[in-house]
């Protein structure tokens, strides 16, 4: 199914559909992206972590970007699980994005400050 920008925004009260939404392959990139952001909006992280550990592989950077800036907002003031963070160092290093380099580092940095 295709959303609207709008639908998606809607989507944040139906969690399960949204990341059956950002986990779909085919999905348009900008919405991708989007959806991304908005599961940063989602309070039970159980439900979103395997999406996370799996948009931030994305070979999308607009999307991996979306997924940062949703861990960015869910995990504010704490720390995200340790394979995450893992994943942000390899990205820090290795990111084709230099953008999503220091996006990568500056995440890392904040996350940890609050261990």
């Known amino acids: 199914m295709s959303y609207s920008q709008h639908q998606l925004k809607e989507l944040v009260n139906n969690p399960r559909e949204l990341i059956r939404f950002v986990t779909s392959p085919n999905a348009d990139t ?12 989602v309070p039970d992280e159980n439900i979103t972590l395997p999406a ?3 948009l931030l592989k994305h070979s999308h950077a607009l999307v991996r970007e979306g997924c940062m800036t949703a861990l960015s907002s869910c995990y504010l003031g704490r720390c995200p699980p340790a394979d995450i963070l893992d994943k942000l160092r390899t990205m820090k290093k290795t990111d084709p994005s230099p953008d999503l380099k220091e996006y990568a580092g500056s995440l890392l940095k904040d996350f940890e400050a609050v261990k």
């Open 30 to 41: 900008h919405l991708l992206a989007l959806g991304a952001e908005l599961l940063g909006e």
């Open 52 to 54: 996370f550990r799996q």
